[in-house]
């Protein structure tokens, strides 16, 4: 199974500011079949990022995805109010095993 | 327009039973992936299982044994068969699927959720 681990597990942060977060994978993710999702208090989660760097259906341009193999990162270039809220990755390349990383929580600071 | 509406959880007791279903709307369940996804009070999400387009089905090793993916396609619905459970299956159970281009996950229901306790 790839374990995903996400950093930090929370990041405070200011509207306008800039947020990275990342995602190290245990094992490579075959052909960037990495995601990124976004989740809020009592909402289910929503598609973000997907193929590693491909936005989702209506994501606003402030998200952007990077990576392979092992590494990978979500950049939020200036948080709106909206966007505070719990991140996870998820690698869906290991067809035996699908995985979420533990999430990150951009709160405001 | 894409819909996803999951029902049948509850409350049930330590080694029960529970029968998941996950209504579809707007388009074929037995076209596309799709997958259940579960979330502990308080916790992150959890992938638990996914039924192929194909028929092939994957589980995770939490549930491996215990729980069974299915589909009818004449009701257009997703199932998630829950036997044995157990304080831990506790959560919310979200149905979603897949992009028709990817396989991550880009449509969600409301989910619905799922305790076990005596």
């Known amino acids: 199974e790839i374990v995903l681990t996400q950093s930090p597990g929370t990041l405070s942060l200011s509207p306008g500011e800039r947020a990275t977060l990342s995602c190290r994978a245990s094992?490579?993710?075959?052909?960037?079949?990495l995601a990124w999702y976004q989740q809020k208090p009592g909402q289910a989660p929503r598609l973000l990022i997907y193929?590693?760097?491909s936005r989702a259906t209506g994501i606003p341009d402030r998200f952007s995805g990077s990576g392979s193999g092992t590494d990978f990162t979500l950049t939020i270039s200036r948080l709106e109010p909206e966007d505070f809220a719990v991140y996870y990755c998820?690698?869906?390349?290991?067809?035996?095993?699908?995985?979420f990383g533990q999430g990150t929580k951009v709160e405001i600071k | 327009e894409v819909q996803l509406v999951e029902s049948g959880g509850g409350l049930v007791q330590p080694g029960g039973s529970l029968r998941l279903s996950c209504a579809a709307s707007?388009?074929?369940?037995?076209?596309?992936?799709m997958s259940w996804v579960r979330q502990a009070p308080g916790k992150g999400l959890e992938w638990v299982s996914v039924?192929?387009?194909?028929?092939?089905?994957y589980y995770a090793d939490s549930v491996k044994g215990r729980f069974t993916i299915s589909r009818d396609n004449s009701k257009n619905t997703l199932y998630l068969q829950m036997n044995s459970l157990r304080a831990e299956d506790t959560a919310v159970y979200y149905c979603?699927?897949?992009?028709?281009?990817?396989?991550?996950?880009?449509?969600w229901g409301q989910g619905t959720l799922v305790t076990v306790s005596s």
């Open positions: 707007g388009f074929t369940v037995s076209s596309n992936y």
């Open positions: 039924i192929y387009s194909g028929g092939s089905t």
């Open positions: 998820q690698q869906y390349g290991s067809s035996l095993s699908w995985t």
């Open positions: 193929g590693a760097s």
């Open positions: 979603a699927r897949a992009l028709d281009t990817a396989m991550a996950l880009g449509y």
């Open positions: 094992q490579s993710v075959s052909s960037s079949y």
